[in-house]
């Protein structure tokens, strides 16, 4: 079992959308949870970093962190064609050591327009 | 002006020639990273730096070395290069003060490509 999986896609939705984007890891007691957008060619941008539980939103990004069940989530809505991008879940916890981040493949998302 | 920088930007080499990649950093932060990007197999870390005097192999440091001549620079070196480094790397950097403590802010980018 991978550390981080996510689905690589691609995900198409329609412009005005909720793109939704799931990320599972494997390490039950990670503590800290990224989402990074990289658009083809260039580095990969922080969009949200989520430590607790719940919702956390910011403008229109959501992110959800579901410990339990091992998974994280980032929302997109009204999606925009310049989100089209990969989107890379980024997970730390103590198979290392809480050091370094493991990331998952990514995930593609194309938004029509 | 970019917080982290690489050179070059782009390098197309040859089977065997020692090539280094740098970055520089402008945040002032203890913690760098050199990173890998395949298609398909995401991003892996080479090798990583806590503090200049503090080095540390990630999951795929063969065929790597690096130098961390200050807290802002971290040099990755290949000593003989081979076609299977053929990726795009990244360096990154982290602050542990911060309260962000895992946050890592990457560099543009170098495409390397050995023929």
């Known amino acids: 079992q991978k550390e981080v999986e996510q689905n690589s896609g691609p995900l198409s939705v329609p412009e005005g959308a909720i793109a939704s984007l799931n990320c599972t890891y494997s390490?039950?007691?990670?503590?800290?949870f990224f989402w990074y957008r990289q658009y083809s060619g260039k580095s990969p941008e922080l969009i949200m970093s989520i430590y607790s539980n719940g919702d956390k939103e910011d403008g229109r990004f959501t992110a959800q962190l579901n410990k339990a069940s091992q998974y994280v989530s980032l929302l997109i809505r009204d999606s925009q064609p310049s989100d089209s991008a990969t989107y890379l879940c980024?997970?730390?916890?103590?198979?290392?050591?809480?050091?370094?981040?493991?990331f998952g493949t990514g995930t593609r998302l194309l938004v029509s327009p | 002006d970019a917080d982290v920088t690489q050179t070059p930007r782009n390098r197309i080499t040859k089977t065997g020639k020692r090539i280094m990649l740098e970055c520089s950093q402008t945040k002032g932060h203890d913690r760098m990273y050199w990173y890998r990007q395949d298609p398909g197999l995401g991003l892996r870390l080479i090798y990583y730096?806590?503090?200049?005097?503090?080095?540390n192999k990630g999951e795929i440091s063969d065929g790597y070395s690096v130098s961390r001549q200050a807290q802002a620079k971290f040099s990755l070196s290949l000593e003989s290069a081979i076609p299977n480094q053929t990726a795009l790397y990244f360096c990154a950097t982290s602050d542990p003060t911060s309260g962000d403590t895992d946050t890592q802010y990457f560099g543009p980018g170098t495409r390397l490509t050995v023929l």
């Open positions: 730096s806590f503090d200049v005097k503090d080095i």
């Open positions: 980024a997970v730390n916890g103590v198979n290392t050591g809480f050091q370094k981040l493991v």
């Open positions: 390490d039950r007691v990670s503590q800290s």
